[in-house]
């Protein structure tokens, strides 16, 4: 399966605005929300004909049959997670439990057992032949990677395997991001003139090189502040990275995504611009491809 | 030698899984016997240190050599500690990587990647 | 008879008092509300809880920063004493062992610190040694007293590095900075904290992440208001939300390119505009009625 990523490093700029229309501008047929924490895409895909959801479960958690308890304490003893709560009958909290199964090997009245827990969901949409992957994770979960990959495989087994599948990727640096950049062909890099998102993108474009996926930036709202934008320009410039474009803060933009209309269909400042931004992207992943 | 190859399917015919520590399963080739047989791989399950526990099972099977895309530092760790041959893939079948392996025509794999570290 | 206002008993006795600043989604203004609420107080601790990808050190530049490096346990082990029995690295629920031969290896960044193999070697080969998980940094910004952390790279959980920084809160006015989404460094963040605010943006994408983070802080059972950031004309779907949900709204900022400009540049704006200062003490004054208004606890 060929993937296009987009990432940003900061949140909030623009990643699913610019995945959404680049999904109706490609006519993409496979596309993922890989951001399993807070996913956003399903927002503006419009509706689906059928949605498959499965389970996705974490690590088994520490579960305590109040009636076999001793109330003898060792459990709480040795948790390090403060995830026994003691009382009458002794609890263990499931959004604390790391399920490191401590507490059962030293429970001498067999009053605990792990079981599995949910921690997500892992959704599979379809439209004539579209398919769209994601997942949800449950609250108070540590956002994984793995489950990540899983709808990253969710949609590879789903769909032909020559098709270009397009990615809405997850914020920051951590597992999910590494997770989401695993085999992809260019990774496109939404970032915005400031000082903190140019401060995440470095941090983001060396993860992505060190997983060797080759990378490419554009700017978001450009014109909030057209010096930093240039600072991140100068940046890209002597590092060798491919600087595709700057889409100006529009306000449509907002009332657009809203109505639920996606900017491929609009001609304003900013649709404009992800339009022209899309065509350089096809052409350096064409590039990417061939090597 | 004992090779392992990860494997997407278990078929000789299909291209190798990208992934080392998630492959489904190994194709598990005895270069004696001249006989390939394959194995589920129980680590794919894991929420964390797949790598690991893939490589650990494989050590178990005895394994001398694997033949891969990619490899974790964790993994990588597990199997220079018993001195398996890590060769890089081609991209090409199982069966066919087997052959070029058998006709030397595989490099040492160089690319150990950092961990995807998985949490919770 | 004096009547007695909670703003009158914080000038007096500072009531301690614990607020974060959530968010859900990432971008939204977690950071610049977060940090001018700190500095338009009279005196605040700021806590960049977002040790992943922490910004505020960006904004309130402290001076006087001093480091402290934080450790966590992890298992080492004597090869002279391992039989290699294989007891420890069956038992790890993490994969953080393995055995080759006699030789136990132990993979410390997916170690989560748990002390189980430790406990169960038949040998006593394992022993816990102290390893550095992250650092804390302390600083001062005028009255701002601040405090983040980051992360060594390759680590596993962050949710001790929080626990670290919340040991270092002071008494008085507290203002969490929180991680985006609303996994386990967003309920280790929240469980520390007596009033939430929730800031959203007026996007379909702001709303619902509102409501994920809103779900969380009831789950939690913490009091909440929100504050509709970037607000323009239109429809606002967060606004919608926190009405049909009874979320008490404390008011909203407008979108202004200057307030954009000042937070691309990593200034704080209350420091920079008088309108800005006088807007952020009102809400400072909101946030205090509206967490005085439930009961401490």
Not at chain 1, 60 to 67: L, R
Not at chain 1, 237 to 244: H, R, S, V, Y
Not at chain 3, 67 to 77: A, D, L, M, R, S
Request: net charge negative; aromatic share 6%; charged share 20%.
């Amino acid at each position: 399966m060929h993937q296009i990523l987009i990432l940003s490093g900061k949140g909030g700029t623009g990643k699913t605005t610019v995945a959404s229309t680049f999904i109706a501008l490609s006519h993409a047929k496979a596309y993922a929300d890989c951001d399993v924490d807070a996913p956003n895409l399903h927002l503006v895909m419009g509706s689906f004909e059928t949605e498959r959801k499965s389970d996705y479960f974490g690590l088994p958690k520490a579960e305590i049959d109040g009636t076999l308890c001793t109330g003898c304490n060792r459990c709480f003893e040795v948790c390090r997670f403060d995830a026994v709560i003691p009382g009458p009958t002794y609890q263990i909290d499931p959004i604390a439990c790391e399920g490191c199964t401590y507490c059962l090997h030293v429970c001498r009245a067999d009053a605990i057992h792990t079981r599995p827990v949910k921690v997500g969901d892992l959704k599979l949409y379809e439209r004539k032949e579209e398919r769209f992957s994601t997942a949800t994770l449950t609250m108070g979960s540590g956002t994984t990677g793995k489950l990540v990959s899983e709808v990253k495989k969710q949609l590879k087994e789903n769909i032909p395997e020559t098709e270009v599948a397009i990615l809405d990727g997850s914020p920051g640096i951590g597992c999910p991001v590494i997770a989401s950049l695993s085999g992809v062909d260019l990774a496109l890099m939404v970032s915005e003139p400031s000082v903190s998102a140019f401060s995440d993108l470095k941090r983001v474009i060396t993860s992505a090189r060190q997983l060797q996926v080759p990378v490419a930036v554009v700017v978001n709202k450009y014109d909030i502040n057209p010096t930093i934008c240039g600072e991140i320009e100068v940046f890209c410039f002597k590092e060798g990275i491919p600087f595709l474009g700057k889409i100006p803060y529009d306000k449509q933009v907002v009332t657009s995504l809203n109505g639920g209309e996606n900017l491929a269909c609009l001609n304003t400042p900013a649709s404009q611009a992800i339009k022209r931004i899309y065509e350089k992207t096809l052409q350096v992943w064409k590039e990417q491809v061939r090597l | 030698m004992i090779v392992a190859v990860p494997a997407e399917e278990q078929k000789l015919d299909s291209p190798l899984c990208v992934s080392f520590g998630r492959a489904p399963y190994y194709c598990i080739f005895d270069t004696e016997k001249q006989k390939s047989s394959f194995i589920a791989n129980e680590a794919a399950q894991s929420p964390g240190g797949a790598g690991i526990q893939a490589a650990q099972d494989l050590v178990d099977a005895k394994i001398t050599t694997l033949i891969t895309f990619r490899l974790g530092e964790n993994a990588a760790k597990v199997l220079h500690a018993a001195n398996v041959t890590l060769l890089k893939a081609l991209n090409l079948s199982i069966a066919d990587n087997i052959n070029a392996m058998q006709e030397n025509k595989l490099a040492e794999l160089d690319a150990i990647h950092a961990g995807f570290h998985h949490a919770h | 008879m004096l009547n007695w206002t909670p703003s009158m008993q914080d000038s007096i006795m500072p009531t301690d008092r614990t607020i974060a600043v959530l968010s859900g989604k990432g971008g939204t203004g977690k950071t610049l509300v977060s940090v001018n609420l700190a500095a338009v107080a009279d005196q605040a601790t700021y806590i960049d809880c977002d040790v992943e990808e922490p910004n505020g050190h960006l904004f309130l530049k402290p001076s006087s920063v001093s480091e402290q490096v934080i450790t966590v346990g992890k298992p080492k082990v004597d090869q002279k004493l391992c039989d290699g029995c294989r007891i420890c690295s069956k038992a790890c629920a993490f994969n953080a062992l393995a055995v080759i031969g006699k030789q136990l290896l132990i993979f410390e960044e997916i170690c989560h610190s748990c002390g189980l193999c430790m406990s169960l070697c038949p040998q006593h080969a394992l022993k816990e040694v102290q390893k550095p998980l992250g650092v804390v940094r302390k600083g001062s910004s005028g009255s701002v007293s601040f405090l983040s952390a980051e992360m060594r790279i390759g680590e596993s959980s962050a949710v001790p590095l929080i626990k670290a920084l919340m040991r270092e809160k002071q008494t008085g006015l507290t203002i969490l900075d929180s991680p985006p989404g609303s996994g386990c460094l967003v309920t280790e963040t929240v469980s520390h904290a007596d009033f939430c605010l929730l800031v959203a943006e007026p996007t379909k994408f702001g709303s619902h992440n509102l409501a994920m983070v809103h779900e969380l802080v009831m789950l939690m059972d913490k009091p909440c208001a929100v504050l509709l950031n970037k607000t323009q004309d239109g429809e606002n779907p967060s606004e919608e939300y926190a009405k049909t949900h009874n979320v008490r709204i404390l008011g909203s900022l407008p979108y202004d390119k200057e307030l954009a400009h000042l937070t691309s540049e990593a200034l704080v704006a209350s420091r920079e505009n008088e309108h800005y200062r006088s807007y952020f003490s009102s809400l400072l004054q909101e946030v205090k009625d509206a967490s005085d208004s439930y009961p401490q606890r």
